[in-house]
């Protein structure tokens, strides 16, 4: 059993900043990932990045190549997503995900 909690998320202008956070406690196991997906309204939800534990290899959606950074802590058994350069169309809520567990989700509202 896995239990993921998402923080971090707000109300930010476009252009702006914002780094979540995602705590996982329980079965942990190394090699495998845990990724960042985001839902917007009227859409499907989609990966934006994910991170090996291990090794901290990353994977970006192109929507998210040069703007948002993955990283781990693992001592925290945390991972964050740096995201930068945000515009509206980051609007959604956001998910992390590992082996088929999920969190609640935090919402990123990018608004002027």
């Known amino acids: 059993q896995v239990q993921l909690r998402e923080s971090g998320g707000g109300l930010v202008r476009p252009g702006g900043s914002l780094r979540l956070s995602c705590a996982a406690s329980?079965?942990?196991?190394?090699?495998?990932?845990i990724g960042w997906y985001r839902q917007a309204p009227g859409k499907e939800r989609e990966l934006v990045a994910d991170?090996?534990?291990?090794?901290?290899?990353?994977y970006y959606a192109a929507s998210a190549k040069g703007r948002f950074t993955i990283s781990r802590d693992n001592a925290k058994n945390t991972v964050y997503l740096q995201m930068d350069s945000l515009n509206p169309e980051d609007t959604a809520v956001y998910y992390c995900?590992?082996?088929?567990?999920w969190g609640q989700g935090t919402q990123v509202t990018v608004s002027s």
């Open positions: 995900s590992y082996q088929g567990f």
């Open positions: 329980g079965s942990i196991f190394r090699s495998y990932t």
């Open positions: 991170i090996r534990w291990n090794s901290g290899s990353t």
